[in-house]
């Protein structure tokens, strides 16, 4: 079983940072790619940032120049870093992981379980 805990949800006033965090466990063989998705109420989840295993990153538009998405392979985890953060932001967001665990290459999405972010006005 493979296992994604997200950390550092909260809030903030606008114009504020956050930090998230997820740590992948379990058995785990390698990672390809990671990234980070949002839901806000009465929307469909999207896709926020996207890191390859080698450290390429892509951003929706939305918050390209303010939120920053890297990884620590070592740790088989992925951070996000957001700045300037505005009331538009606020949402759940959830962790993705596209994981090894047979050590076949073959990869399996998995979901942390989501952490709040709510950004006042």
């Known amino acids: 079983q493979v296992q994604l805990v997200e950390s550092g949800g909260g809030l903030v006033q606008a114009g504020g940072s956050l930090r998230l965090s997820c740590a992948a466990s379990?058995?785990?063989?390698?990672?390809?790619?990671m990234g980070w998705y949002r839901q806000a109420p009465g929307k469909q989840r999207e896709l926020v940032a996207l890191i390859s295993s080698g450290g390429t990153a892509d951003y929706v538009d939305s918050v390209k120049g303010r939120f920053t998405i890297s990884r620590d392979n070592a740790k088989n985890t992925v951070y996000l870093q957001m700045s300037g953060l505005k009331p538009e932001d606020t949402a759940v967001y959830y962790c993705?992981?596209?994981?090894?665990?047979?050590?076949?290459?073959?990869?399996?999405?998995?979901w942390g379980q989501g952490t709040q972010v709510t950004v006042s006005s």
């Open positions: 379990g058995r785990i063989f390698s990672i390809d790619g």
């Open positions: 993705n992981a596209k994981v090894d665990y047979t050590g076949r290459l073959w990869y399996h999405p998995y």
